[in-house]
């Protein structure tokens, strides 16, 4: 149980042009889903948290106007990277918090969505 | 000063070999602690939980030294298949809400 897919796994995009990643629980509803962007040889980095029906929270430093998040029902959360540059290539791995557990304290993690932006 | 503080590695082991990792972090509310795994261009995976008392689960050893703000990880009898990066994780409370700081990893290559 608790198994959290995304699409697509990698993507090759144009400059300039936009793309949705989606994450889904499959086995579980969640509340609180994490969206995170993990650099080479860095560390995941928290880019946002989304709750089913409300507006995400971003980090600081991280565009909201350029990372939409949707989080429509309690299985999928999209992400949106609007006007993709190369700089925002990266790996984007989101997580999910089961309905009734306290989030951060159980996260199961998607596979990841390998973005390459020419 | 980063939030959570890794040594990078890579340790480099032969198999049956002891390993220990080292993390610390910087603020003094955090209020739980992990290890996670992850394989290359993989998502990670929780090892497990770290607490003040110290765990154990099979060969790997957790301990939590909050006053030092330190946290460890030891792997004993080292297998071909713990090559991997091991990630330590602190969950704050920041901004209103809980989430979760990773430190960079610590690279693990054990070798036959």
Known sequence: GAVVSQHPSWVICKSGTSVKIECRSLDFQATTMFWYRQFP?????????????????????????KFLINHAS???????????????SSFYICSASPLGRLATETQYFGPGTRLLVL | RKEVEQDPGPFNVPEGATVAFNCTYSN?????????????????????????????????????????QYISLLIRDSKLSDSATYLCVVNIFSGGYNKLIFGAGTRLAVHP
């Open chain 1, 41 to 65: 040889k860095q560390s995941l980095m928290l880019m946002a948290t989304s709750n089913e029906g409300s507006k995400a929270t971003y980090e600081q430093g991280v565009e909201k106007d």
């Open chain 1, 74 to 88: 309690l299985t999928l959360s999209t992400l949106t990277v609007t006007s993709a540059h190369p700089e925002d």
């Open chain 2, 28 to 68: 003094s509310a955090s209020q739980s602690f992990f290890w996670y795994r992850q394989d290359c261009r993989k998502e990670p995976k929780l090892l497990m939980s770290v607490y003040s008392s110290g765990n154990e689960d099979g060969r790997f050893t957790a301990q939590l030294n909050r006053a030092s």
